[in-house]
């Protein structure tokens, strides 16, 4: 027969999985057969998708090049199962089939018994493309339900590849020579005061590749840094679908409601320890502030990024010759500015009349303190024991694990509450009743339990700080005072003062020392004496 009709169809399955592949390749057999079994169409083409949602066509290569070639003409009819394959979105069916209707390209979907070139077509179509929309909507909602439920329950999702982890039945296990690795970088980063940039360096000179056999780079080692999962604790649903319809995943910054980061903390083994993770965050926050301050963060001093002005609050940075025996540190605004001080068109100070201070200077004054706590060490820790026992006496702790179940029961109600709406068992406005009840219980528990966490936090935070500066007392009464390579670690922060006076504030103490010191320079001799006058503990 001439001018038979050209006849094409087309398929889709939503996943790549071996029983949605055996589906794909019984519909293309079934097609073919269908139309090759009608004398008057002759086939075109079974045009295919296979692991691609039906809500978009953006990515449906197949539905794309159908369409293309309606708009040449190769295609009169086009044959699908049902709506739902065609598309999900209810405004896509009905702009494609109105725009094959214009191209005179009629759509017959089988199962749904809908032809578009009948008088009724797109009424029904209509129709039946808001319901295959909404059975979407649901088929996201349970999804997501039921993939917060598995995230809520511990189980790892949607990770992928981690560095010194390896996934198996949702649990992160550790992989001993990655955990060696992840170590040495929080250990360069905290101890040896190493740059990111500096880390991933050395790594490559080692000829350690990284997950996906590259190269490492600074952001590579930034994430390793960042990433909760070194210190045992576990937080899910950093990203979400914004929408059923668009698949757009955007970031999660915690201020959706109804998409709330999950966190579980102590999940699973820890490669690094709570001390060490601490340490490095407080580090990358030091260092991202002098970023923003415009300075490079440095650890080729012991004093980087600890000294600032006590007049103007801005960092210390060395002046003139840092390649001298000895260096000299100046305010950056009196550096940038001069000694004059001025506002300028933002209200910001500029300039600062404070004076330099000498590299010898620190390193006496830190030797001078070190040496202070040999000797009052074990006074230092009797006072240190006296307020731990002030401390358990005053702040006692509290159980709040009945609390904890009491609201996992009204989040089992709740759950149960919501299946029954997805299941049509009850109305929204039911829904809405029973929620808005078990959500305000759930509060009320919930201030409880903060309540009573914020004492015991409070309680936790001061004893583990306290015995934290027992141990650091500890190993101040056995080092060197005069070894500057651990000074960098004692020390936390200095503040340069008017008229010759520093405050330090140590990391193995809960407070500070101010010092008053003068020097004498005998410029012929080339001698620099440096005397501490005045030495004494600050809050």
């Known amino acids: 027969m001439e001018n038979k009709i050209k006849v094409a169809a087309y398929c889709r399955v939503s996943t790549d999985l071996s029983d949605q592949i055996h589906s794909l390749s019984a519909q293309i057999k079934y097609f073919t ?219 999660n910054k915690g201020d959706n409601p109804d998409m709330p980061l999950i966190t579980i903390t102590d999940h699973h083994d820890a490669i690094i320890s709570r001390e060490v993770w601490d340490g490095v965050q407080e580090q990358l926050e030091e260092r991202g502030k002098l970023v923003r301050e415009g300075r490079k963060h440095s650890g080729k001093y012991w004093f980087s990024g600890k000294v600032s002005c006590g007049k103007c609050g801005k960092p210390f940075s060395i002046t003139g010759n840092n390649t001298l025996p000895s260096r000299t540190l100046r305010c950056i605004n009196r550096g940038r500015f001069g000694k004059e001080i001025q506002i300028d068109l933002n209200g910001d100070i500029t300039g600062c009349d404070n004076n330099s201070v000498n590299e010898h200077v620190l390193e006496a004054c830190v030797k001078h303190i070190l040496e202070y706590i040999q000797i009052a060490g074990d006074k230092i820790v009797g006072e240190l024991i006296e307020e731990i026992k002030q401390t358990q006496h005053s702040l006692p702790f509290k159980d709040i694990e009945l609390l904890k179940a009491e609201i996992e029961k009204l989040k089992q109600k709740k759950r149960k509450a919501i299946d029954l709406m997805l299941e049509e068992l009850i109305t929204k406005d039911d829904l809405k009743q029973q929620t808005d009840f078990y959500d305000s219980e759930i509060n009320r528990l919930t201030e409880e339990i903060t309540e009573n966490q914020n004492i015991n936090a409070i309680q936790k935070k001061q004893l583990d700080g306290i015995r934290s500066y027992i141990n650091e007392v500890g190993k101040a009464k056995k080092c060197e005072t005069d070894n500057i390579e651990i000074y960098h670690e004692m020390v936390n922060k200095i503040i340069v003062r008017e008229n010759r006076i520093l405050d330090f504030y140590m990391s193995c103490v809960p407070f500070g020392f101010r010092i008053e010191y003068h020097t004498y320079v005998a410029r012929m001799i080339k001698k620099y004496d440096i005397f501490i006058d005045s030495c004494e503990v600050i809050s």
């Open 33 to 251: 057969e269908y139309i090759s079994s009608q004398e008057e169409w002759e086939l075109t083409e079974i045009y295919y998708d296979e692991g691609i949602t039906g809500t978009s066509v953006k990515k449906r290569d197949g539905f794309n090049r159908m369409i293309s070639d309606c708009e040449n003409g190769k295609i009169n009819l086009i044959l699908t199962k049902e709506v739902s394959r065609f598309a999900r979105n209810t405004v896509d069916t009905l702009n494609f089939t109105r725009r094959l209707s214009e191209l005179k390209v009629g759509v017959i979907f089988m199962s749904d018994g809908i032809d578009t070139r009948d008088k009724d077509g797109e009424l029904r179509l209509t129709i039946m493309a808001s319901l295959a929309q909404e059975e979407s909507r649901k088929i996201s909602e349970r999804t997501k339900w039921g993939t917060r439920r598995q995230m809520e329950n511990g189980i790892v999702l949607g990770c992928g590849h981690i560095y010194g982890y390896r996934i198996e039945s949702g649990k992160l296990i550790p992989v001993p020579d990655e955990c060696e690795i992840v170590k040495q970088i929080f250990s360069s980063y905290l101890y040896e005061r190493k740059g990111s940039a500096t880390i991933a360096k050395e790594l490559n000179q080692r000829g350690i590749p990284t997950l996906n056999g590259k190269l490492w780079g600074a952001h590579t080692v930034l994430k390793i840094l960042r990433n909760e999962k070194y210190a045992g604790d576990l937080t899910q649903g950093k990203f979400y679908t914004d929408s059923y319809l668009s698949h757009r995943r955007v970031p």
